[in-house]
């Protein structure tokens, strides 16, 4: 398995109120993704990172924010959570940016978020 | 019309038995395909690969790609209670990770 970490596993909060989930890997891939997944929706990508300190949006990154300070740890922010923010998110990470040089994207096993 | 269509199942199916899931897509222009699994409460993990048309075994598992219809499928032969979880297909243009887009998932559960 590759070693990804995600927490916390589990977090109830209210709205309004700050959250933060944490990626940390050990298998010094350059690339980190953070996904949510919803029922009724696949996989939709909030963010991404191709290296320190480089971040880009994904297709659903209105209300979060990112950042990755060490090639090990991805943090994913919500600055104000509301309800719609209640998802299961995952991170995921690949040693290259795609499939061209056959790299793999591993996935975490999810931190489950709940917005009151 | 969704980029890409699922049936989300389940889809229930004795041990031993052939079984088939399969996406719809609209964007002509995906031409990277693969097909993910994930156990409940678990991270997804790839399965199979494929670029491009064509199909692909490996083991109990074949993907196939029908670019000119715009279809991919999964077949799992001598489906197994193990094989119990969610499919996901996922595609996109180029190579890049950035830009695959997930199908919702298909449940599939395998009775003993």
């Known amino acids: 398995d590759a070693g990804i970490t995600q927490s916390p596993r589990h977090k109830v909060t209210e709205t309004g109120t700050p959250v933060t989930l944490r990626c940390h890997q050990t298998?010094?891939?350059?690339?980190m993704y953070w996904y949510r997944q919803d029922p009724g929706h696949g996989l939709r990508l909030i963010h991404y990172?191709?290296?320190?300190?480089?971040?880009d949006k994904g297709e659903v990154s209105d209300g979060y924010s990112v950042s990755r300070s060490k090639t090990e740890d991805f943090l994913l922010t919500l600055e104000s959570a509301t309800s719609s923010q209640t998802s299961v998110y995952f991170c995921?990470?690949?040693?290259?940016?795609?499939?061209?040089?056959?790299?793999?994207?591993?996935f975490g096993e999810g931190s489950r978020l709940t917005v009151l | 019309q969704k980029e890409v269509e699922q049936d989300p199942g389940p889809l229930s199916v004795p041990e031993g038995a052939i079984v088939s899931l399969n996406c719809t897509y609209s964007?002509?222009?995906?031409?990277?395909f693969m097909w993910y699994r994930q156990y409940s409460r678990k991270g997804p993990e790839l399965l199979m690969y494929?670029?491009?048309?064509g199909n692909k075994e490996d083991g109990r598992f074949t993907a196939q790609v029908d670019k000119s219809s715009k279809y991919i499928s999964l077949f799992i032969r001598d489906s197994q209670p193990s094989d119990s979880a969610t499919y996901l297909c996922?595609?996109?243009?180029?190579?890049?990770?950035?830009?695959?887009?997930f199908g919702k998932g298909t449940m599939l559960l395998v009775s003993p």
């Open positions: 995921a990470i690949s040693e290259f940016t795609g499939t061209l040089n056959t790299g793999e994207l591993f």
């Open positions: 298998e010094n891939h350059r690339y």
């Open positions: 990172s191709y290296g320190v300190k480089d971040t």
């Open positions: 964007n002509s222009a995906f031409q990277y």
């Open positions: 494929t670029y491009s048309s």
């Open positions: 996922a595609m996109s243009q180029n190579s890049g990770y950035s830009t695959l887009t």
